[in-house]
């Protein structure tokens, strides 16, 4: 086996330097790309910088993208993650009234979802040809307002299918 050189006390480790670096490099490339309204590439973007390491501004970012996206189930989500990766307990700081407003805004945009009826358990779920698991569900799924194509399916049943 082979044997990696132990970083000094009190410095990251090469791979962890680069990994963040190259997370910052991913973050500015996605900021500047919300700067020109080009959301979907701003959003790709910070997607990739999140993998490698999750910030609050990353993840706020990504969350505005969406919802200038029209994906305002997605930024929704991502809001309220954000919030839970990075608390803020005062109400009055830039952070939390940038989120907490518009987590308000989104929650008059978005509505739920509930399965119900004579469905084959451990049945998928789709929404607008995207998966959102199996049933049932373990808690209303909340959509973007809107008409939107339900399906679900299991192999041995015929499909059950629904525009509402």
């Known amino acids: 086996g082979s044997v ?14 680069a990994q963040r670096e190259q997370a ?4 500015e490339e996605g900021m500047a790309h919300f700067k ?3 959301y979907r590439e701003a959003y790709d973007a910070l997607q990739k910088s999140l993998a490698l390491k999750k910030t609050r501004g ?5 969350a ?3 919802k200038q996206l029209g994906r305002y189930d997605e930024a929704l989500l991502l809001y309220e993650e954000a919030l839970r990766e990075f608390p803020d307990p005062d109400p009055r700081s ?3 009234v940038k989120i907490d407003a518009a987590v308000a805004e989104l929650q008059g945009l978005v509505g739920t979802l509930v399965v119900v ?10 929404v607008d040809e995207r998966r959102h698991g199996g049933l049932p569900l373990s808690a209303p799924l909340r959509l973007s307002v809107g008409m939107h194509r339900v399906r679900v399916e299991k192999e041995g049943f015929e499909p059950i299918a629904a525009t509402k």
Not at 24 to 27: G, K
Not at 58 to 62: K, L, N, R, S, V
Not at 117 to 126: E, K, Q, R, S, T
């Open 4 to 17: 990696a050189a132990a970083a000094p006390p009190g410095e990251a480790p090469p791979a962890e330097v």
């Open 24 to 27: 910052r490099a991913l973050f």
């Open 36 to 38: 020109k309204d080009e």
């Open 58 to 62: 990353a993840m706020a970012t990504a």
């Open 64 to 66: 505005s993208c969406l």
């Open 94 to 96: 830039s952070f939390r």
């Open 117 to 126: 009826g004579d469905v084959p358990g451990g049945a998928a779920l789709f």
